[in-house]
Every structure is written in structure tokens, then in C-alpha cells.
């Protein structure tokens, strides 16, 4: 049954549901449709003539992809994530199911504006049109735990304010609870991998977004850092507006990923490397990372220029965690020393030890991680290396995927894989990888290699001035 729109209260009963119970029927739901359409998708190509077959094929394919969108996208909650996630995935998921997936990436079916004018009220104190001097109540943005509104202090500084879905908390730790149901699930989006990896992430971080206090203090730390930056910029976090459902921030504009794919190669190149240096500047300089990469999440401008949202969900590493990071660059990608560097996977229990794999196939297998960055010299990102590093992340066939396990700080991480090169790869970002690397690399500390390099490094400097 589809929410009265005009019931303040339907949208909550709809995602409350029965509570497991209610969540979990229609997450079996989901799973029991894809099931039927697989199953008449190859009645009705054994019965097509031949000539027709992958007309027959392709036509039920898009309708068991748009199924599944909008079953995902009316859940909002883990599952509707799950979809997001895999709208990224090239390998092993046909064409149908990654373009109707895509669409959940930057918008979900809104909750009414009287929905979100009483979260607002019953958070803040206040309805919103009494706390704010305007306010939008049409979200510019919907996504799978919230929407954003436009909205201006009395002060006149004009906010974005992110407003939880009532029940979405209750809805998603149902969704989590129900291991088994997603299990069923995961394979139909994620054929070639282990349900109960990407299960286990799912329920120990996207908890942490369901506190948007959480998420200010993520965002907060990541403002605090790139104060000043010359093209990485954080909206600033107003917490006096900001409560567990309720998310304040400065409200920013800029162009939508969707059409800075079509600019020019030099800004394409220079968004590129401002995403680059925004992920492996976090991970070994600030011990943070951003763990949602996905085109929702950037507005771009010329020159480099990216504004970063969405920090509900970040890993921060310990510095023994980073010290493995550095430990893995350093003996594969400085020294070639490829026994030191899989003694360093083993010790952090990524590779089980097993005397039967020689340690030249490890470095075959992982030296693809590191690819951009083992040589000097200009790279382009290709959807082949971007399709061909989610095979490795899905591969359960080879003999050293076998032996791999992903303790808990790998698992966030490897959202780079399956999340940042797709994006490179559709700006088609060309870079010296490497270079640009050295400078965010401790161990190397080198000197600028970009025009974006030289501003960075200025911006250091005054940091460091008494």
C-alpha cells in the first residue's frame, strides 16, 4: 500500500511497518520477485525464436531492474543503500540492473512536507517556518535515510538541513537483523560476492549515520582540517540546529557529477585529482576516511574546486591502522621487496597464511590495487581498470582471493575500489598518480607535482605559521 501523501504519519507507519517482522516480509518480498522474473525470463527465451532471444532477454531484464529500483527505493533503508552500492558495479551485473540503479544514486521517493515539518518541529522545538526566516518545504536532495531543505536563519546565513525519515532507524536495523533474508538477496546485486562480508559492514557502520550528532562530529573534524583549503571545501556544521534526526549545515551549490562528465578534459582532470587527493590525503594525513563516494556526495566548480557531503559514513583509523597503510606502500610500491609485503598482509590478518601460495601470485594479485601509483608518469583511469579492480574485490575464484580475508579496517576501505575509480574512470581523469602521491605519502613527503599541489602546499604552510 502506497503512503497517503497527505498523512503526516503514513510515511512513518510505512517504514515502521510491523517492525523485523514487517521489514523482513518485504525484504523476502523483493527476493521472492526477482526469483518469479528470473524464472520467466528463461521460460520466455526458450519459447522467442532465436532471432528474438536477446530482444526477449534484454526487454525482461529492464523490467526486473526497474522492479527492483523501486521496491529499494520505496524500502528506504539498508537495502535501498545496498542498491546505491551497487549501481557502481560493472562486473557481473547486467547492463538493466546497473542503469535502473543508478537512479537511486543522487534521489529517493520525498516523505511529504508535513512529515518533515514535524521531525523538524519535534527535534528543534519549533515548526520550521517559526525557527527560520525561509524555508523550503521541497527537498532539493532525497536520499535513503534522509532529505535535505533550503532554509534561512534569522541571522540571514542560508542552511541546508538534512531531516531524517521517521522510522528509518527501526527500519534499517530490521534490515540488518534479517541476515539470512539478505543473503538471498545479495546475489541476485552482488553475484560473485560473499554475502556475509559486505552484511558485516552494513550493520557496523551505516548504525553510526542513523545519529546525525555523529555525523556533525565526522563532518565537523573534516571542516576543521581543510579550514582555508584552496579548492577542498567542508560545509561548516551549525549545532545548535543539528540533533540526532536533525542535520544543519551551509547550504552550497555547485555542478552535479552528472555534468561535469560532459566538461572539458583539463577540468575533468583537475576534479579527478582533487577527489584523489581528498581520499589518500584523509587516509594518511588525517586518519579519516570518507567511506560514501558516490556522485550525490560532490559539487564541483572550475579549477579543482570540490565541496564535499555526506559524512555519516567514516572509518578513523588508529595510527597503528595507518601504520599499515604506510607499511603496504612501502615495501610493494617504494621497495618491490614482495616477501616484506606479504608478511605485512598476513601480520594485519588481510592473507591467511598458506605456504602453498607462492608470494609471486599475492603480488599479482594486489600489485592491481596499487597500479595508478607504481610508476611515474601521466595515467589515465579506464572503465577497464575500473571494471577489472571490482573483479578483484569480487573474485571468489582465485587461488589467492581464497585466502583473503578482510579485517574490519579493510572492509570501509574498500569503497575506494568500488566507489572512487568508477568515478576517475568516468571522468576518464588522466594524472601522474604516482607523483601526486609522493606528496601525501609520509614516507616520501615530496615536493608538488600539480598546479593543484602548489596551491596545497602554500595553503600547508600558512597552517604552520605562528
Known amino acids: 500500500m502506497t503512503p497517503d501523501r497527505r498523512d503526516p504519519g503514513a510515511e512513518a507507519s510505512a517504514l515502521r511497518g510491523r517492525g523485523q517482522f514487517g521489514r523482513g516480509a518485504g525484504a523476502a518480498a523483493i527476493g521472492a520477485r526477482l ?28 523490467r526486473a531492474a526497474a522492479q527492483l529500483t523501486a521496491s529499494l527505493g520505496q524500502m528506504k533503508g539498508a537495502l535501498m543503500k545496498l542498491g ?8 557481473g551485473l547486467p547492463e538493466p540492473y546497473r542503469l535502473a540503479l543508478a537512479q537511486l544514486q543522487a534521489a529517493a521517493p520525498p516523505m511529504s512536507a508535513q512529515t518533515a515539518a514535524r521531525v523538524v518541529g519535534s527535534e528543534l522545538g519549533c515548526p520550521p517556518d517559526e525557527l527560520f526566516a525561509s524555508w523550503d518545504p521541497e527537498p532539493v536532495a532525497a536520499a535513503s535515510i ?18 531524517q525519515y521517521p522510522g528509518v532507524a527501526e527500519a534499517i536495523r530490521a534490515d540488518l537483523a534479517n541476515t ?22 552494513l550493520r557496523d557502520r551505516i548504525g553510526e549515520e542513523l545519529d546525525y550528532r555523529h555525523e556533525a562530529a565526522n563532518q565537523q573534524a573534516f571542516v576543521d582540517h581543510y579550514r582555508g583549503h584552496p579548492f577542498i571545501h567542508i560545509p561548516a556544521v551549525h549545532h545548535d540546529l543539528t540533533t540526532p534526526r536533525v542535520l544543519t549545515t551551509d547550504f552550497v551549490t555547485g555542478a552535479r557529477f552528472e555534468e561535469v562528465v560532459s566538461w572539458d578534459r583539463a577540468e575533468r582532470d583537475l576534479a579527478g585529482e582533487t577527489l584523489f ?118 573474485d571468489t575464484k582465485s587461488p589467492v582471493a581464497r585466502d583473503v580475508d578482510l579485517p574490519p579496517m579493510f572492509v570501509i576501505v574498500q569503497r575506494i575500489n568500488l566507489g572512487l575509480y ?45
Open 146 to 163: 534522509g532529505q535535505v531543505h533550503r532554509a534561512t536563519r534569522r541571522d540571514g546565513r542560508v542552511v541546508a538541513v538534512k531531516v
Open 35 to 62: 526469483a518469479a522474473s528470473r524464472l520467466t525470463r528463461r521460460i520466455r527465451s526458450r519459447l522467442a525464436p532465436a532471432e528474438r532471444r536477446d530482444e526477449v532477454t534484454l526487454a525482461a531484464d529492464q
Open 84 to 91: 546505491q552500492l551497487a549501481s557502481f558495479l560493472d562486473e
Open 180 to 201: 539470512a533474508l539478505l543473503g538471498r538477496i545479495l546475489p541476485t546485486v552482488f553475484p560473485s560476492l560473499d554475502p556475509a562480508v559486505l552484511v558485516t559492514e
Open 277 to 394: 587527493r581528498f581520499v589518500f590525503r584523509g587516509i594518511h594525513r588525517l586518519g579519516m576516511f570518507n567511506g560514501d563516494p558516490h556522485p550525490g556526495n560532490y559539487l564541483f566548480g572550475p579549477g579543482g574546486q570540490v565541496t564535499f557531503l555526506d559524512f555519516g559514513l567514516v572509518k578513523t583509523f588508529t595510527p597503528d591502522e595507518v601504520q599499515v597503510f604506510h607499511e603496504m606502500i612501502d615495501t610493494l610500491v617504494l621497495q618491490g621487496d614482495g616477501d616484506a609485503y606479504r608478511r605485512t598482509l598476513e601480520g594485519v590478518g588481510l592473507l591467511r597464511r598458506d605456504p602453498a601460495l607462492a608470494t609471486r601470485e599475492v603480488v599479482a594479485f594486489f600489485s592491481h590495487f596499487h597500479d595508478l601509483v607504481m610508476c611515474p608518469g601521466p595515467r589515465t583511469v579506464s572503465h577497464d581498470y575500473a571494471s577489472e579492480t571490482v573483479h578483484r574485490v569480487l
Open 422 to 466: 568508477a568515478l576517475l574512470a568516468r571522468l576518464e581523469a588522466t594524472a601522474d598518480w604516482r607523483r601526486i602521491a609522493e606528496e601525501l605519502w609520509p614516507m616520501t613527503d615530496a615536493p608538488p607535482a600539480t598546479e593543484l599541489g602548489r596551491a596545497e602546499q602554500r595553503w600547508m604552510g600558512e597552517r604552520e605559521e605562528p
